[in-house]
């Protein structure tokens, strides 16, 4: 499973690039393992079902997603989300063939980030700190572990991205 992992994504993010929701995209992969063992075709080689712990500590079904999973997915799209779907994924493959992007975690390390990450949402969160400080400090919990979040993660306001000259115009 090392080696799947690291030539991986998740469901939930191949659902997010597709604009479903998890549950939707979940549905459908197992539409496809059950088309595949129909045709006495393995589905190993496109799709790992596993689970993650949520942010209520319960365990959730979700798949792993190889690169071929992620083009038979993208078979099945059409239009812009298919194109946009398609994009990311070749992206984010060639980041991790290529050595730029770091191989998923395993689950457990990769539940004590997520809990961090509660931990310091919860302290910000009471002290005031906007959204976009929360995210930026996740972000920067992710990179100490090796993790490498999308460069659009954080989503600083308009207001807060004026410039010193722009306000004195």
């Known amino acids: 499973m090392n080696d799947l992992t690291r030539t991986t994504i998740t469901s939930i993010e191949a659902a997010e690039w597709c604009g479903k929701k998890h549950n939707d ?10 088309q595949l063992a129909e045709g006495k075709i393995s589905h190993g080689d496109f799709f790992k079902e596993t689970t993650y712990q949520d942010v209520n500590n319960q365990t ?8 071929k999973g992620c083009e038979f997915i993208a078979h099945k799209m059409t239009g812009q989300k298919g194109t946009e779907f ?3 994924y070749i992206n984010r493959f060639h980041e991790m063939e290529s050595g730029k992007l770091p191989c998923p975690l395993n689950p457990q390390i990769a539940s004590s980030v997520a809990e961090l990450g509660r931990v310091t949402e919860r302290i910000m969160r009471k002290q005031g700190s906007p959204a976009y400080k929360i995210a930026e400090a ?4 992710c990179e100490q572990f090796g993790i490498q979040l999308p460069a659009d993660f954080v989503k600083v306001p308009d207001y807060e991205q004026l410039s010193l000259t722009e306000l004195l115009r």
Not at 138 to 141: D, I, P, T
């Open 25 to 34: 995209l979940l549905k459908d992969i197992r539409r496809y393992v059950g």
């Open 60 to 67: 959730r079904p979700c798949f792993l997603v190889t690169k």
């Open 86 to 88: 398609t994009a990311r």
């Open 138 to 141: 996740f972000k920067l919990e």
